[in-house]
């Protein structure tokens, strides 16, 4: 899965999906696909990302008490 970097833009790919959608992990590992060479991975915070399409994250993968303010 693909996600973007909010600041610059950049793509980068999730390496384990399970810790994106976990709201307890504040990080994913992923991969910045900048160039044509593979980057190594390594660790991005899950508030720095959004979809490629421009959409926020679901707060249920970012915050562990998100039923608690409905």
Not at 23 to 51: M, T
């Amino acid at each position: 899965m693909l996600l973007k970097d909010k600041q610059n833009g950049t793509l980068i790919e999730v390496l384990d999906i399970t810790t994106l959608i976990n709201p307890i992990a504040e990080e994913i590992r992923g991969s910045i696909q900048n160039g044509e060479e593979e980057q190594p991975p390594e660790d991005i915070a899950k508030a720095k990302l959004i979809f490629p399409s421009g959409e926020k994250l679901p707060r249920c993968w970012l915050d562990v008490n998100y039923q608690k303010s409905l």
